[in-house]
């Protein structure tokens, strides 16, 4: 073999394996970034889910006699508030997400206290469409929790795999950054409560 050979076979040798750790980094980045994505929206629809049933249940109270319009106002503007904020998964920054967290929480706090408010009318608390709403409205708090569970079980993979060393390196070269996690806010681990006490006479 000729000398000249050794280190042509050498730089090939290593030229393909550089191409098969660029070509695995990249490939498995992008899957893993798909699941971000997949979580980010299953997120989001468990958000606007909720959104739209508050929609309904603030029109059914708005049938209610001399129900307090500052009530139904916060509500009204925290819910328009929590729609507009939207985030691109694919770039999501920790101050975007905790924007988002907050005008979520915004609207998480006024619903409280509009269904703290529906304890002075008992006919509200009577009509059966409201109480659809409200036991519609658990399950889905039940469902957003788990929706900020499994993001969070998504990104974490996706972050160690762009954060180790030498991947690290690649992820500088691609753009690739880290992601934020889902930080539920206090007492977001609790659903609210919208259970109420039909056996006490008014």
Same mark, same amino acid.
Request: glycine letters at 6%; charged letters at 20%; a neutral charge.
């Given at each position: 073999?000729?000398?000249?050979?050794?280190?042509?076979?050498?730089?090939?040798?290593i030229?393909?394996?550089?191409?098969?750790?660029?070509?695995?980094?990249?490939?498995?980045?992008?899957?893993?970034?798909?699941? #971000?994505?997949?979580s980010?929206?299953?997120?989001?629809? /468990?958000? =606007?889910?909720r959104?739209? &049933?508050?929609?309904? @249940?603030?029109?059914?109270?708005?049938?209610a006699?001399?129900?307090?319009?500052?009530t139904?106002?916060?509500v009204?503007?925290?819910r328009?508030?929590?729609?507009?904020?939207?985030?691109?998964?694919?770039?999501?920054?920790?101050?975007?997400?905790?924007?988002?967290?907050?005008?979520?929480?915004?609207?998480?706090?006024?619903l409280?206290?509009?269904? #703290?408010?529906?304890?002075?009318?008992?006919?509200?608390? /009577?009509? =059966?469409?409201?109480l659809k &709403?409200?036991?519609? @409205?658990?399950?889905?708090?039940?469902?957003?929790?788990?929706?900020?569970t499994r993001?969070?079980?998504?990104?974490?993979?996706?972050?160690?795999?762009?954060?180790?060393f030498p991947?690290?390196?690649?992820?500088?070269?691609?753009?690739?950054?880290?992601?934020?996690?889902?930080?539920?806010?206090?007492?977001?681990?609790?659903?609210?409560?919208?259970k109420?006490?039909?056996?006490k006479?008014?």
């Amino acid at each position: 073999m000729k000398k000249w050979l050794i280190p042509v076979i050498i730089l090939a040798v290593i030229a393909f394996a550089g191409y098969s750790w660029v070509k695995g980094f990249y490939n498995t980045t992008i899957q893993l970034n798909e699941s #971000v994505s997949e979580s980010w929206g299953n997120v989001q629809t /468990a958000y =606007q889910r909720r959104n739209d &049933l508050i929609g309904n @249940l603030v029109n059914t109270v708005k049938g209610a006699a001399d129900f307090e319009r500052e009530t139904l106002t916060q509500v009204i503007e925290a819910r328009a508030k929590a729609t507009s904020v939207q985030i691109d998964p694919t770039n999501i920054t920790p101050e975007q997400l905790t924007q988002f967290n907050q005008a979520q929480g915004g609207l998480s706090g006024a619903l409280k206290s509009l269904l #703290v408010t529906v304890e002075r009318y008992p006919d509200l608390k /009577a009509n =059966q469409n409201f109480l659809k &709403l409200q036991d519609e @409205l658990a399950s889905t708090e039940n469902q957003i929790l788990t929706a900020r569970t499994r993001f969070n079980e998504a990104t974490k993979p996706y972050n160690n795999h762009v954060k180790r060393f030498p991947n690290s390196i690649l992820a500088g070269i691609f753009n690739f950054e880290g992601k934020p996690y889902f930080d539920a806010e206090a007492g977001a681990e609790n659903a609210p409560e919208v259970k109420f006490d039909f056996g006490k006479k008014e």
